[in-house]
């Protein structure tokens, strides 16, 4: 069975950073793309991140380039979201999601992706 466990979240003054961390167990590993989403209230789910493991492919949404790193520790099943220079409209769940297949790139869709955490808040007050 297949486990996505996202830890890090919480609360931070805009221009703060933290760093989320996402466990994969009963997964193989390699060569598979793990990417972050968040979700708003009222919004729909949106990408932020994504990474295929034991590759150097990477992938960010435009509104977190140059603040967001996406990062993997293959030897944990771990991949990592540091999120720097937070911004209040960067508030949301975010979730650790997996694609079930090899790949050489991250889908943005979320209904592309098999495997879901139970998402952790960020909050970031102004």
């Known amino acids: 069975q297949v486990q996505l466990v996202e830890s890090g979240g919480g609360s931070v003054q805009a221009g703060g950073s933290l760093r989320l961390s996402c466990t994969a167990s009963?997964?193989?590993?390699?060569?598979?793309?793990m990417g972050w989403f968040r979700q708003a209230p009222g919004r729909e789910r949106e990408v932020v991140a994504g990474?295929?493991?034991?590759?150097?492919?990477?992938y960010y949404a435009d509104s977190v380039k140059g603040r967001f790193t996406i990062s993997q520790d293959n030897a944990k099943n771990t991949v990592y979201l540091q999120m720097n220079s937070l911004k209040p409209e960067d508030t949301a769940m975010y979730y650790c999601?997996?694609?079930?297949?090899?790949?050489?790139?991250?889908?943005?869709?979320?209904?592309?992706?098999?495997?879901w955490g139970q998402g952790t808040q960020v909050t970031v007050s102004s």
């Open positions: 999601a997996a694609v079930g297949v090899a790949a050489t790139f991250c889908p943005t869709r979320p209904d592309l992706y098999n495997y």
């Open positions: 009963g997964y193989t590993y390699s060569r598979r793309c």
């Open positions: 990474i295929v493991s034991g590759t150097s492919f990477t």
